[in-house]
């Protein structure tokens, strides 16, 4: 749908401006996802982290003429043929144009909230109902306070039903969501631990949440949870709930027993007096609860029993994250068949560009028929090719009947079709695929993991996964702690700390990280074959490596007389001038850095020479995460701001100076200065105990063999444990050379799995280790944890008396790398 720029001055309450024509199909609030600038209104949305008025001037460079600002800047005065609408808060400006949005649309609208379980009951609903309806829903998990308001704006013409999910983590935050949703029917799936920290009791959190059903005419929940019942009674809602319970037979819904058998559930239930039973394939009591609450739904939109049975029985897994993984020939696989709907496609060409920063790599995209939109496939095939044009793909794969039938409105310069999964996996042409970044995205019928086999690159089941939403997340929880005016240094050495430096630095550059920093010139140069174009420090630099650092621009960490002369020779040889240096300090350390003493010597060198130029001065903090050693962190610091005092009263020009790391930024926030360096607390370890991180790698194995050993038999080489009990002992693919350290044999160390803990039992090999899973429901095949949500890697490192920096970087090279993101 279109509006006029006339017509959202109108919804925003301001009047009497002389507005020039424009119509608005696109709600942008984030500049780097702009794809039709003409069409486009910007919300200049501030935040703690983040001011997006600075951004608008790049926006006018490339076409966009409508913006939502709350103040207006003296450099935009030259924009004379752009519209700026002035309101007190861009966030709720947004909220009210997706709220007057919602209500053209008499449909019934589903509203989805919980602590645990969203996203999957809106992708199981969208599954069952998808034959009855033409379904908007949010994508991905789009429920926050400027993700709601994104969703609802998708709502069109042909949409017959709408399913939103909505999250909050602050006190008085869901009333907004409420006005911009107004869902008909209200889900309320679970009441968990997410989010606990900002309201004061559980009951709190929840009569927060239960605000998006004031105005619905159904609720449907768990009557056997106390809180949400007596929540709901509090806020008048009971006398509209539909409710589901195992304990009471007059509920609405009531659970008779549910039967797991091997991979199946079968829930009796009795509804209006009778009783049905639906088999779901799937066994965990969360999978059992959601399907409960998709159930309920399903009875109220007068669904019939035999139909519902019918379609949960083929309920499929949501995987909820997209994950990039290592191809064949030099090809790197982004796999998205998570969704396949007109915004999951703009989501994820969004982030495959994010991921083409080096030019060499064609952009490749294999796509399916995109069913259920209510679209006439030639109008809705238009504008996906619109879609594919923006997104720059260089290479296009279509399968399905209808992308076949509109194959010429794509004018992409390579382009095959197929008319089923089976006809391009026939055809063989993608044995010709190299050096390509591909993405796949195909609707679930089309069972594009075939693809995916064919393409990836298997080399071990061990693999480490990387939660990159989690890496984002503590990117911005640190951001949040320091002033706007500080700059962050995101620590990528040692191969990001083994999660993968290139995939972390495209993450983190994405996001405006304004510092990297490496530890060797190599690692630095590796990044900018990479496309990495954020500036980055290279702290450990080599004499006779000025050469690689001039010319990938990498500037160096300078910390005694030695490297110092060396560079400024090379640079006067080169006729170079101001090149960008970091002095480091010792202040205490004792590792590496000018002492105090040689300051007056090191300010007669400096202004002595014009090849290099201090960028900034720093220091290392020797123990800032230990309160006991809070005195001797105060006297590094006063030393490292009288150097500086000292050093920028010679040199006549401001130098930067920076002394925090992780834990210097959690505990000593007034010396945060110019900028602060993050390492371990990125990757989701504070050193100071400080809560509020996620975790962002999990090491994960599969079980290769069980076999049941009688007591007092001994288990692994040296034969270091002997049995004494009869134990069902299980056999892991990982070993010391994928990084699992020895010491974590004969029980010193375990892992998760099917949610508990197991034991390593005697000496860690090689390639494998030996776990006791008596009494764990295990079969082979399964996942196990080494280290991860559930067994930090902060706890699997005091078990054998080390560090998790040390347990972090072992991970070996063979171990593949799989990056995932919602």
Not at 107 to 114: K, L, R, S
Not at 738 to 759: E, S
Request: charged letters at 25%; glycine letters at 6%.
């Amino acid at each position: 749908m279109k509006y006029s720029i006339q017509k959202i001055a109108s919804i925003l309450g301001i009047k009497n401006q002389h507005l020039l024509e424009g119509e608005i199909t696109q709600l942008l609030t984030d500049s780097r996802k702009l794809n039709y600038p003409q069409e486009t209104l910007f919300f200049a949305i501030e935040t703690r982290q983040n001011d997006a008025h600075k951004f608008i001037a790049d926006l006018y460079g490339s076409g966009v003429r409508n913006f939502v600002v709350t103040k207006i800047l003296p450099e935009w005065k030259s924009f004379t043929d752009a519209n700026f609408l002035k309101v007190g808060n861009t966030l709720h400006a947004l909220q009210r144009v997706a709220a007057y949005h919602r209500k053209q649309f008499d449909i019934p609208v589903i509203g989805i909230t919980g602590s645990n379980g969203k996203t999957v009951v809106k992708e199981w609903l969208y599954q069952l109902l998808e034959e009855d309806y033409n379904i908007v829903r949010s994508p991905r998990s789009y429920n926050s306070q400027t993700g709601v308001p994104l969703s609802v704006w998708e709502l069109n013409q042909n949409a017959t039903l709408a399913i939103f999910e909505a999250g909050i983590s602050q006190p008085d935050e869901m009333k907004y969501l409420e006005q911009v949703i107004r869902p008909t029917i209200g889900v309320f799936t679970k009441l968990g631990e997410a989010h606990q920290e900002n309201f004061s009791s559980q009951q709190q959190k929840c009569m927060e949440k239960l605000e998006l059903f004031t105005n619905s005419n159904v609720v449907i929940f768990e009557e056997d949870n106390k809180i949400i019942n007596q929540s709901a009674d509090m806020m008048v809602l009971l006398q509209k709930s539909f409710c589901w319970s195992r304990k009471y037979p007059d509920a609405p819904l009531y659970i008779r027993k549910t039967e797991k058998n091997g991979e199946r559930t079968t829930i009796h239930y009795s509804f209006l007096n009778f009783d049905y039973s639906v088999t779901i394939p799937f066994t965990d009591d969360a999978s059992v609860e959601n399907a409960i609450s998709c159930l309920a739904v399903m009875l109220y939109l007068n669904v019939k029993p035999e139909k519902i049975s019918e379609r949960m029985m083929k309920l499929e897994p949501v995987a909820m994250r997209l994950d990039v993984r290592q191809g064949k020939n030099n090809c790197i696989i982004i796999n998205d068949t998570y969704n396949s709907d007109i915004n999951s496609i703009k989501i994820a060409l969004d982030f495959q560009q994010q991921r083409k920063l080096e030019r060499t790599m064609k952009k490749t995209l294999i796509i399916s028929d995109i069913l259920q939109t209510g679209l006439l496939p030639k109008s809705l095939y238009k504008y996906v090719a619109e879609l594919v044009q923006h997104g720059r793909i260089e290479k296009l794969i279509g399968i399905g009947h209808d992308i076949c039938e509109n194959s010429e409105v794509f004018t992409v310069g390579e382009k095959f079709f197929f008319r089923s999964t089976e006809d391009f996996i026939r055809s063989e042409i993608w044995k010709s695929f190299e050096n390509e970044l591909i993405l796949l995205k195909g609707s679930r019928k089309y069972h594009f993991e075939q693809i995916n086999e064919l393409l990836e690159q298997r080399v071990h089941e061990t693999v480490l996964e990387v939660d990159l939403d989690a890496l984002v997340h503590n990117f911005n929880f640190y951001k949040s702690r320091i002033s706007p005016n500080t700059k962050l240094i995101c620590m990528v050495k040692a191969n990001g700390y083994g999660a993968g430096a290139v995939e972390i630095a495209k993450t983190l550059q994405y996001h405006r990280c304004p510092y990297f920093a490496v530890a060797v010139a190599e690692e630095g140069i590796e990044l900018r074959k990479e496309g990495i174009s954020t500036p980055i420090i290279v702290l450990n630099p080599e004499v006779n490596g000025f050469e690689e650092l001039f010319s990938k621009d990498l500037e160096p960490e300078v910390y005694n007389f030695r490297i110092l002369d060396a560079f400024i020779r090379e640079a006067e040889r080169r006729g170079i001038t101001n090149y960008p240096i970091h002095v480091k300090i010792d202040t205490g350390m004792h590792r590496l850095g000018f002492l105090p003493a040689q300051i007056p010597e090191l300010i007669g060198r400096l202004k002595s020479q014009k090849g290099l130029k201090v960028k900034s001065l720093f220091s290392h903090l020797a123990a800032s995460e230990s309160w006991m050693f809070d005195s001797f962190t105060q006297e590094q610091i006063a030393t490292l701001e009288a150097a500086h005092r000292e050093i920028c009263s010679q040199l006549g020009y401001p130098v930067w100076k920076h002394i925090l790391n992780s834990a210097g930024i959690e505990r000593f926030i007034d010396a945060q200065w110019d900028m602060v360096r993050l390492g371990i607390g990125l990757y989701g370890v504070s050193a100071s105990g400080l809560s509020g991180l996620r975790n962002v790698v999990t090491l994960k194995t599969t079980i290769l063999q069980i076999q049941e050993i009688p007591n007092h038999e001994t288990v692994g080489y040296g034969r270091k444990e002997t049995l004494n009990r009869d134990t069902r002992i299980a056999t892991i693919r990982i070993g010391y050379a994928d990084g699992l350290d020895r010491k974590c044999g004969n029980r010193n160390g375990k892992v998760w799995i099917n949610g508990k803990y197991a034991p390593i039992v005697g000496n860690v090999c090689m390639d494998l280790c030996m776990i006791d899973i008596t009494g764990i429901d295990a079969k082979e095949g399964d996942t196990v944890v080494v280290f991860g949500e559930n067994l930090p890697v902060l706890e699997v490192a005091e078990s054998i008396n080390t560090i998790p920096y040390e347990i972090l970087t072992s991970i070996s090279p063979r171990v593949k790398r799989v990056y995932v993101k919602e």
